[in-house]
C-alpha cells in the first residue's frame, strides 16, 4: 500500500529529496490558480515514485529552491500528464529547465486515442482505474487544505508511474517508442516569452488593420503585455482582443469615445484611459516611415484543396509509422508550412519540417507543394501586394 506524505516544512522538504532524486521515473504534478492573474500561483507540488508520494505545501514552505536539484536537468527523468501548464508553474523553481520530460498524454495521442486525453480517462482506458476529479476546482491556496483535497491531490501522481509503464511497453510493441521521445523532447518545452513589441502580429484580426491603425495596435499591445505582467494580470483583463482592435481602428481622441469601444472595462477606461489615448495620439504621429507594414491576408478558400492533398500524400506515412495523422500533421505546422511556401517558396517550406518529422515528411509535402507551384506563387503575390 502506498503511503503519502505531507510535507509543509523546510526540514522535511530536505529530508525527503534523496528519495525523489533516485526516483525513476519521478511523477509529477502541480495544483495552481490562475484565475486573475498573470502568473500561476501555486498551490501544491506532487511526486511519486509508484512506492508512494510526497504532498510539498509552497505556501507553507514559502522557498522551495531546494527542489532544484530533483526538477533540473540533472534530476530524474519526469513523468506528467499533459505538461504544458506544469513546466510553466515548475520553470521558477527549476529556472535552467527541467530536463527530460515524458508526458503520456502525447503517449496516448500516439496510440491513437486522441490529443486531449485527460488524465482520469487515460486511467480508465489503460488501467481500468477510476478516480474522483470533484476537487479539481478546489482553492489551492487556502489552508488548511481539506482531506479530500489531499487524496485528490495524491491520486494525481499515484497511478502515474503505472500508466507510463504501460504506456511505454504499447508504444514499444508498435515500434513508436523512439517517436515518442523524440516528439517529449519537442514538445515538453515552454515557449519563448512573449515580445512586447511583436505582440500586435499575433492578432488575429491585424491585417484588417491600414499601417496608421497598425500603429496604433502595436502601441496598445505592447502597453497591454507589459502591463498585465508587471501587474500579474490576465491580458483581457486591461484589453480584450476585440477593445484593442476597436481601438486602433476608431482612434478615439477624448474619454467619451472610449465608451463607444466594445468591452473596454469601464474599471479599465477610468484607471487607465488617459494613458490609453496618450498612446494612441503618439501612435497616430508616427510619420509613415515609421508605421508598421501591413500584414498579408489569410490564404484563399481554394488553398484548403493544398491541405486535403497533403492529408492524402502523407496516408502511406501513416501507414508506415503506425502514427495517427492528427499527431503527424497537426494543423499549426500544416498552417506554417504553406504560409512558408507560399511566401518564400518551396525550400523555405522544407525547412519548416524539423526533428523526426523531417525525414518522414520532406519528400511526400514537397512533392505535393511541387503540384500546386503555380497556384502558391499566385497567392504569395496577392499577399504581397497587400502589405504595400
Not at 490576465?234 to 481601438?247: D, I, N, Q, Y
Amino acid at each position: 500500500m502506498t503511503q503519502t506524505q505531507y510535507i509543509a516544512t523546510a526540514q522535511g522538504l530536505a529530508q525527503s529529496l534523496p528519495r525523489w532524486r533516485q526516483a525513476a521515473p519521478l511523477a509529477v504534478d502541480t495544483e495552481f490558480i490562475r484565475t486573475d492573474t498573470f502568473f500561476p500561483k501555486l498551490g501544491l507540488v506532487q511526486l511519486g515514485d509508484g512506492q508512494g508520494e510526497a504532498l510539498i505545501d509552497p505556501v507553507a514552505i514559502g522557498d522551495l529552491s531546494a527542489l532544484g536539484p530533483v526538477l533540473s536537468r540533472g534530476g530524474p527523468l519526469k513523468i506528467l500528464h499533459a505538461c504544458s501548464e506544469d513546466l510553466e508553474v515548475l520553470s521558477a523553481l527549476a529556472p535552467d529547465g527541467v530536463g527530460e520530460v515524458h508526458d503520456t498524454q502525447i503517449a496516448l495521442a500516439l496510440l491513437g486515442e486522441g490529443l486531449q486525453v485527460g488524465y482520469q480517462k487515460a486511467l480508465q482506458l489503460v488501467l481500468d482505474i477510476d478516480i474522483p476529479k470533484d476537487a479539481s476546482r478546489s482553492d489551492w491556496l487556502a489552508r488548511p487544505l481539506s482531506q479530500q483535497q489531499r487524496d485528490y491531490a495524491a491520486l494525481d501522481v499515484r497511478h502515474l508511474p503505472a500508466l507510463y509503464a504501460e504506456l511505454k511497453a504499447r508504444l514499444a510493441a508498435r515500434g513508436l517508442w523512439d517517436i515518442y521521445v523524440a516528439e517529449c523532447d519537442e514538445s515538453c518545452r515552454l515557449p519563448s516569452p512573449v515580445d512586447p513589441d511583436t505582440a500586435w502580429m499575433d492578432h488575429a484580426n491585424a491585417w484588417r488593420l491600414r499601417r496608421g491603425e497598425l500603429a496604433v495596435l502595436k502601441a496598445l499591445m505592447a502597453w497591454r503585455e507589459r502591463e498585465a505582467v508587471a501587474r500579474d494580470v490576465p491580458r483581457g483583463h486591461l484589453l480584450k482582443p476585440l477593445s484593442a482592435f476597436e481601438l486602433a481602428r476608431q482612434q478615439p481622441k477624448n474619454v467619451f469615445g472610449l465608451g463607444e469601444i466594445p468591452e473596454l472595462s469601464p474599471r479599465v477606461a477610468r484607471r487607465d484611459g488617459e494613458q490609453l489615448l496618450a498612446l494612441i495620439a503618439d501612435a497616430r504621429a508616427l510619420p509613415a516611415d515609421e508605421q508598421p507594414r501591413c500584414l498579408p491576408p489569410p490564404l484563399p478558400r481554394e488553398a484548403a484543396s493544398v491541405y486535403d492533398a497533403l492529408k492524402l500524400a502523407l496516408q502511406p506515412v501513416v501507414a508506415a509509422t503506425g502514427v495517427p495523422l492528427e499527431v503527424l500533421w497537426r494543423k499549426r505546422l500544416a498552417d506554417r508550412l504553406v504560409l512558408a511556401a507560399v511566401d518564400h517558396g518551396l525550400a523555405a517550406a522544407g525547412a519548416v519540417l524539423t526533428g523526426w518529422r523531417a525525414a518522414r515528411l520532406r519528400e511526400p509535402v514537397l512533392d505535393v507543394l511541387r503540384g500546386h507551384e503555380d497556384s502558391l506563387r499566385a497567392w504569395g503575390d496577392q499577399r504581397r501586394r497587400a502589405t504595400l
